[in-house]
């Protein structure tokens, strides 16, 4: 995406400095445009469990590139064990976002074809540059099968009124690699010169709605309206509203959806307002083996002084402003279920399915006898 007319990626790796990944620093924004260079296994690890990246795509590509930090820096004597301990490591990092676990096995297994340690790091290199760019295509044609469905909602509208997209947290380029995918088509249609508008939900508790969507599309020049989380009901109630456009940190392959806390919500009144309610999810958000999303979903808990504190921009300077009592306690849920039943379709690379097993698996037969089958 362009930034001030200067191409950027979420996280990306320079040809003359194959000892560093670089990330944009997603904290400073959007008062900032701040980029780091990661150093190291433990930075990548801090990174994401910090959140200087966040979003599935993203997180997945940076422990991608974290796997290959590992790599380089593995004592030859101990490689294995060193990967191994770099693996849980990541793992450990978010428990929600299936991409994390999945780009750290995806490299884990692809090692296993490197007889030395440097046949390892040169295909740990590859691998990790090979998730980036997959992932900013898939969102890509997530966008390109999107703009399919926004143009056939303009065509049902007055000329010249604008599709109307509500959309929670951030599933823009800035949880992927590029592109994103909620956003994708949206900015898909932008381009196309389809009129859009988009409500953009502030997404308490780390407000990444305020600081990365509205940042995102304001950039790039589609109209949009910041809105507290809790308005979406009622611009649905008075027709303001003609999707709902999300993302997902993990789908099931049955169709249940985990989002950031409060989609579940937006779900409940889109389904009582007639609102159809999409998931754009790429396929490496689809975890293949599990079946029930509030059952078997872990629930990532996070630090209650998000909850008890903002954060934004006063005087110039960066600053946290504590908005409850003292010593009250809070509580942190970072996301919710959206069960398949409030679930309009599934937005893919592949094309648009219903969210259920059977539609699922007949868009990807093949990534999911690969997902299912036993490692060799």
């Known amino acids: 995406m362009q930034v001030n007319g200067t191409a950027y990626r979420t996280v990306w790796m320079e040809d003359a400095d194959p000892a560093h990944v670089h990330i944009i620093d997603q904290r400073a924004l959007p008062h900032r445009l701040v980029t780091m260079r990661l150093p190291s296994v433990d930075e990548v690890a801090t990174a994401i469990r910090e959140m200087y990246v966040r979003g599935a795509g993203c997180i997945g590509a940076t422990a991608g590139y974290g796997m290959y930090l590992a790599a380089r820096a593995a004592n030859h004597a101990t490689f294995a ?4 301990r770099a693996a849980q490591q990541l793992i450990a990092t978010r428990p929600t976002a299936v991409n994390l676990a999945w780009a750290v096995q995806r490299q884990q297994h692809a090692m296993q074809a490197g007889h030395t340690p440097a046949e390892k790091i040169a295909i740990a290199h590859g691998t990790a540059r090979a998730i980036a760019d997959e992932d900013a295509a898939f969102c890509r044609q997530i966008g390109e099968h999107g703009l399919a469905l926004i143009r056939a909602i303009a065509a049902r509208k007055p000329a010249g009124q604008p599709v109307n997209i509500l959309t929670h947290c951030n599933a823009g380029w800035l949880a992927f690699v590029d592109y994103g995918s909620a956003t994708a088509p949206i900015y898909a249609a932008h381009d196309a010169g389809i009129p859009v508008h988009v409500w953009v939900d502030e997404t308490r508790p780390r407000n990444q709605g305020a600081s990365l969507t509205a940042w995102e599309l304001a950039s790039h020049g589609v109209p949009c309206h910041l809105i507290v989380d809790n308005a979406g009901g ?24 985990a989002n950031k806390i409060g989609t579940y919500l937006k779900a409940l009144a889109a389904a009582d307002n007639g609102v159809p309610f999409y998931v754009a999810v790429p396929s490496s958000s689809i975890d293949w083996q599990m079946t029930d999303g509030l059952a078997e979903i872990p629930i990532e808990e996070r630090d209650p002084e998000e909850v008890l504190t903002v954060h934004g921009w006063q005087d110039g300077r960066e600053a946290a402003v504590r908005i409850a009592p003292p010593h009250v306690p809070a509580g942190n849920y970072g996301f919710d279920i959206t069960p398949r039943r409030l679930i309009t379709g599934l937005l893919t690379e592949r094309g648009l399915c219903r969210a259920e097993r059977a539609a699922i ?15 060799s």
Do not use: C, E, N, S
């Not at 064990?81 to 191994?84: E, F, G, I, Q, S």
């Not at 649905?236 to 049955?254: A, E, I, K, P, Y």
């Not at 698996?361 to 089958?373: E, G, H, M, N, Q």
């Open 361 to 375: 698996l007949a868009l990807f037969p093949d990534t999911y006898a690969a997902a299912i089958r036993p490692p």
């Open 234 to 257: 009622h611009l649905m109630q008075h027709g303001l509203v003609d999707l709902v456009l999300v993302g997902t940190d993990r789908t099931t392959v049955t169709g249940d959806v």
């Open 81 to 84: 064990a060193d990967l191994a």
